[in-house]
């Protein structure tokens, strides 16, 4: 569903832009130069109806560009860079927008900029180079604000919006979509506008607001049947298919997957095809339909080899893993688990290769804003004296007309600018702050992705190659054996706790809503791994909406995690009871067993529970450990 939408987004992001004629309006265009203008619209025009026919317009606009400008030869690879987007080759879709951006680096012609900006930040996002795309799509808004295009402003936020539902930033996520939303409000039948709702209702699905979620698809659908959209339509049946999925509605689930099938047949994208039969693959998992897991996910992988689509080829590979496994089929599942190694490390290296490509961005300089605004300012000045020319020359003739008409235009002219000057300081305020919080997310990222890509995929690697030894090479003694399983189990629990981290980091703040879902999540693993202790969570619904920071977050939901793990590993109990409340002004958080205790006069604590004391007593809260022998032990913290 995010590649589709992706790759949507990509394509409506061209689909109404407006030309940049401020500077050409009094440029007479040869005969040759007006063609290729023609065939350059023509070209972004087919973005939603015949995608294939782009380049053939991208070649006749390349047969005419030999002795013309840079701005000319541009357009041939901005519709060359469009053509391979849209038939998924993201290399040669990189290879021309960069061609683009260097052929563009003197130009005054802002709207070929924005393509460029906007084609080369929609590709590091497909490609989850965050940074990059961030840098690029902020270049590509503040040239649209220049021309003050509020259809490209709207498209560019909802893009924006898009970028942060992927990095998990929900928060900005939904800031930028309601700006998107609010700019677009007067182009509803426009695709920018569909491409913003359908990720608002993509972040709805993501919070649990399936219902919401779903009467955001309903609208998306309806004015899809209005601009006869396919494409978009798709991925609307797509978001609504995953909903009902989710929401164990197996039966709706499978008609809208099936939907969306029939479209991605009739428009031949093989990638989107393939991914269809992968989601339907997944539903059969659901519905416990092992003929159809087969069925599905074998077609999704021979379409997606078909096309070279790895991670098409790598999603159905990991998929069957699990279900083998699930089937107690180990030999099968080690099997796919190897083919699932090689195309990620194939994934990978690509990966590498393109972040090997050179290439430089541009940025209007500190120097060149300062010789711009010394060059409005005289500008400003000249038009200033050649008016007071006209007021004195229209007082010699009508003195009083003119005295009349002088102190209106003096009062209009201050109200305006104390006006402006307000505007002007409340935007600058807020961009200021924008990129103070695009700084500090893109370090966070810079961190949180070095520790994802680097050390989770070494840990990965180490389960994958103690797996390989334990069912590849059918070890039989029991004390090797038991070495690997500890191995593997530790390394799995290390992933999870780095996972954990990287959650955190990016993260500005947490809620109550926030913790309760991660340590729910952390409940239901206990709970499978020891099947013998009943685990019961409570959590005071007064709590959801209160708002703690990152650090006050992380420390208390690992103090839980390791009084839940003291409770498993010592207590020999039967029964774990965790409840959060509010009480008067503090909140409360009690965890207890009914294990067999110790006495606490009589006993030293340990690292464990000193280690909870003092990460509670940094955040400037107050733990207390109470035990009966033969009776459990109940933890209290108050924050």
Known sequence: MIKRILVLLFIVLFSCQKEDTNRQESKAFTKNQKQIIEWFRIAKSLRNKKHFLIKNYADSIQSLIKNESNDFKATAKIAYGIYYNSINNDSLSFKNFNASFNLLKDSKVDSLKISTFAGLGNYYKHTGQYEKSLKNLLNALKLSEKLKDSLMIGGIYANLGQLY?????????????????????????????????????????????????????EEGLKIC?????????????DNKANCFMFSNQLDSAKYYFNECLKLDLLSKNEKQISDSYANLAQLAIFCNNDAEVLNFANKSIEIAKNVNYNPGIAKSYNLLVDFYKNKGNYKSALEYSNKYQSVYKSLINER?????????????????????????????????????????????????????????????????????QEQEFQLKSAIKEIENQNQLHEQRLSISRDLHDNIGAQLTFVISSVDNLKFGNKITDTKINNQLTKISDFTKATIIELRDTIWAMNKDEFSFEDLRSRIFNFIEKAKIAKEDIDFEFKIDEQLSEIKLSSFIGINIYRTIQEAINNSIKYSNGNKIYVDVKKM?????????????????????????????????????????VNSIVEKGTRISIFI
Do not use: C, W
């Open 352 to 420: 590498k290769e393109v972040a090997a490509a050179e290439f430089k961005t541009i940025y209007e300089t500190e120097k060149k804003e300062k010789e711009l605004l010394i060059s409005k300012t005289k500008i400003a000045e000249s038009e200033l004296q050649i008016k007071k020319k006209n007021t004195q020359f229209q007082i010699l003739s009508l003195i009083s007309l003119a005295l009349i008409t002088i102190g209106y235009l003096i009062y209009r002219q201050q109200k305006l600018k104390n006006k402006q």
């Open 225 to 237: 049947e209005k601009i006869k959209s396919d494409n978009l339509k798709a991925t609307f049946l």
């Open 165 to 217: 539902l992927q990095k998990e930033e929900m928060k900005l996520a939904k800031q930028h979509l309601i700006l998107a939303v609010n700019y677009l409000e007067n182009y509803k039948l426009n695709p920018h506008y569909l491409v913003a709702i359908h990720t608002m209702a993509n972040l709805q699905g993501m919070n649990g607001n399936l219902k919401e979620a779903l009467k955001i698809d």
């Open 584 to 624: 008067n002004n503090k909140i409360q958080i009690e965890i207890q067993d009914n294990g067999k205790g110790f006495d606490i006069e009589n006993i030293d604590f340990g690292n464990g529970l000193r280690n909870m004391k003092k990460r509670i007593e940094e955040i400037d809260g107050e733990f207390e």
